[in-house]
């Protein structure tokens, strides 16, 4: 479960969330890509709605969202314990050296800073490995000595430490190293644990459970501290992040601008954001669960927020959390278009082309919730997910549920970065078919998602006696080709236009022009040469694709075109492609509800698996020639509050489009924590 994280690839989403969107935004002329360096593109996202929001909510927006910015310095130093003195000591070089700033090292060492703001530190943010510098220790060492010492102050102190930590290949390479069979603790460069070994803290953890064995409702043992092993007695201990305790200077300012907030929401939020402040000033996990608890049983507020230790993928023993915030409200245009869905449930089962005692006589849509981020703090900043699911504790999900949400403005963001950067141009060779496809190609993605999600898997029914689990390892190929054919049946269906969900049949166009080319062709970029389709997901839209072209090619419905000694995969009759899928599917929901082992097996070994070499290169070649960068992140918003008689009368935003200068103004401004902690 736990937060949806996402990598931007082939120019478009592979979001693996329903997601919903609408079909338009104010937009200005800024360029979605702000900026882009390595492997990285930094994307701009818009709030749509902000300015429509109440005065009291806008308000809490800001409060929220200063409270989301203050926290961004904890997360370097959990990172890695010199983390912000490598960020401080190039900030400084970045700002104050004034000799050649077009020399290919300076450029170099630019981009190493722009690096390690995106990764809030020295390691890659996805493969956690440490940056590796394209500028010499020497040139490091000429351009900082360069700079008057009391530019640096107590940085000077630390300089051969960041040195070290920035040039020597042997230090710190990597943040988290999860290879079974090492002291993961001792080798992993994250500063969750100090001077402990990874035996030291396992019983530490160990007797802290043991202590507390039989309680219901544990609390999260070590997630808001560092353990710590002091070098002369050999005790054990835990700092704690909270007032007075470790990371206090940044926590004081979080918890200042959540009092603000807290003044100014209504109930329950209020009581919620209240035992917030109190688990910060206390560092009780307790209070942390009745915070969970309070916010997940609130449905009702309209503004929502994640602030906090939440995530422990940073630890390599998953138990010590990395800060993050996320400010949001809910995107009511789009939560409306899942309630439509859900809601007409049982008229898509009861028209559903499977077998009439394989449909489910009463079904129950599940209805997705939709959020627009506000702000975007500490591990969802620059890079964030595109959905929450939360909170983690396992006995309050048993016991209150989660909530579980999608971000649709950073869906939106994405897919408006990924357009003109020539992967159409480069794979469609229709013009009508792209023009389809950026026109309508998010909406048809994200309601095809929808329709997967909050129907496709809950549709169907077994036969008398088939309990599920008959088709093993074909079992999640099948599952997931049956809730894609069940939504692209549909997408294309005159009930979607009458419904108001989509304005005609174009959208299904442009939705299944994309999935063919992709099922067929474009996702193989992402498998190595030499390997076979692995992945579920991947496995079902290669078997849906090439079994629909097999059965329409006499006619031609999906169709092979060589130009230009490139291959290209057109779709030339959209309502007989429509139909083909309602074939499938009923195939599929037989398979399924009869239990068919052999049937599914030869569907998946033969449409699903088998890779065209001489295709895959091809394929391959012409993606990496377009020189899309795979990571994608964000700058924020800024909101700025309007004073009239010492109150705020109304809260502006506005979009900055300079990466640089947003980071520049975090390190000034939202800066709380020393060199080291
Ligand atoms: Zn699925």
Same mark, same amino acid.
């Given at each position: ?43 701009? %996202? &818009?709030?749509?709605?902000? #300015? @429509? ?6 308000? $809490?927006?800001? +409060? =929220? ?28 070089? %970045? &700002?104050?050296?004034?000799? #050649? @700033? ?6 170099? $060492?630019?981009? +190493? =800073? ?34 008057? #010492? ?7 102190? $630390? ?519």
């Amino acid at each position: 479960m736990k937060t949806i994280r996402i990598i931007a690839f082939m120019g478009m989403i592979s979001a693996v969330a329903a997601s919903c969107g609408r079909v338009s935004t104010s937009e200005n002329e800024t360029p979605w890509i702000v900026d882009r360096f390595d492997d990285i593109k930094v994307i701009r %996202y &818009e709030v749509p709605g902000f #300015d @429509r929001l109440p005065l009291q909510e806008k308000e $809490l927006v800001y +409060y =929220l969202s200063e409270a989301a910015k203050c926290g961004r310095d904890i997360l370097f130093d959990q990172n890695f314990k010199y983390n912000l003195a490598v960020r401080r000591t190039l900030e400084t070089i %970045y &700002e104050h050296y004034v000799g #050649d @700033r077009s020399a290919a090292e300076w450029t170099a $060492l630019e981009k +190493y =800073l722009k690096k390690v703001w995106f990764a809030n530190g020295i390691h890659h943010h996805y493969s956690n490995d440490k940056f590796v510098p394209e500028f010499t220790e020497e040139y490091f060492r000429t351009v900082a000595s360069s700079i008057p #010492d009391e530019r640096f102050g107590e940085l000077n102190d $630390l300089f051969e430490t960041v040195c070290d930590a920035i040039f020597a290949p042997s230090l710190y390479p990597t943040r988290l190293n999860q290879a079974a069979g090492e002291d993961l603790l001792v080798t992993s460069s994250s500063n969750y644990y100090e001077g402990v070994t990874q035996a030291e803290a396992e019983r530490f953890y160990a007797a802290v459970a043991a202590a507390d064995a039989g309680n219901p409702e544990p609390v999260s043992y070590g997630l808001n501290s560092q353990l710590v092993k002091d070098a002369k007695t050999g005790r054990i201990y835990e700092r704690t992040w909270k007032l007075g305790g470790m990371y206090s200077p940044a926590i004081e300012r979080i918890v200042y601008w959540l009092k603000k907030a807290a003044a100014v929401a209504a109930e329950p939020q209020k009581t919620n954001i209240e035992a917030l402040i109190s688990y910060y000033e206390t560092g009780d996990l307790k209070e942390f669960d009745r915070y969970n608890i309070g916010w997940v049983k609130d449905t009702v507020s309209n503004v929502d927020f994640v602030n906090g230790f939440i995530e422990d993928y940073g630890d390599p023993m998953g138990r010590k959390a990395s800060w993050e915030a996320n400010v949001n409200f809910m995107d009511k245009e789009a939560c409306h278009r899942t309630e439509v869905i859900s809601e007409n449930a049982q008229w898509f089962e009861d028209h559903s082309p499977v077998a009439p005692e394989y449909r489910k006589a009463k079904v129950k849509g599940v209805s997705a919730k939709v959020i627009t981020v506000a702000m975007l703090g500490g591990d969802c900043y620059p890079a964030t997910p595109i959905g929450i699911n939360l909170p983690n504790a396992d006995w309050i999900r048993k016991e209150y549920g989660s909530k579980s949400v999608t971000i649709d403005n950073i869906t939106y963001a994405y897919d408006k970065a990924a357009q003109g950067n020539g992967f159409t141009e480069e794979f469609v060779l229709r013009a009508d078919d792209r023009e389809r496809m950026d026109k309508y190609g998010k909406l048809a993605d994200d309601l095809h998602t929808d329709l997967h999600e909050c129907l496709g898997h809950g549709s169907g029914q077994l036969a008398q006696g088939v309990k599920g689990g008959e088709l093993k390892s074909y079992g999640s190929t099948l599952e997931e080709a049956r809730a894609d054919l069940f939504g692209l049946y549909y997408l294309g269906d005159p009930k979607m236009v009458e419904l108001g969900l989509v304005p005609s049949f174009d959208v299904a166009k442009a939705g299944y022009a994309r999935y063919i080319m992709n099922g067929l062709m474009t996702q193989l970029a992402r498998i190595e040469p030499g390997k076979q389709v692995e992945e579920s997901h991947m496995r079902n839209r290669k078997l849906i694709a090439e079994w629909c072209y097999e059965r329409g090619a006499a006619d031609k419905v999906i169709e092979w075109v060589e130009q230009d000694g490139k291959r290209y995969v057109v779709v030339n009759d959209f309502e007989r492609l429509r139909a083909l899928f309602g074939e499938l599917l009923h195939e599929v929901q037989r398979i399924k509800s009869e239990g068919d082992y052999e049937a599914g097996k030869a569907l998946v070994e033969q449409y699903a698996v088998q890779v065209d070499p001489a295709l895959h290169a091809e394929v391959r070649e012409r993606y990496y020639a377009l020189g899309i960068e795979p990571y994608g992140g964000f700058v924020n918003p800024e909101f700025e509050p309007v004073v009239e008689d010492g109150r705020i009368a109304d809260v502006k935003i506005v979009y900055p489009a300079d990466y640089v200068a947003q980071m520049l103004d975090y390190s000034k401004n939202y800066s709380f924590l020393p060199n080291v902690n």
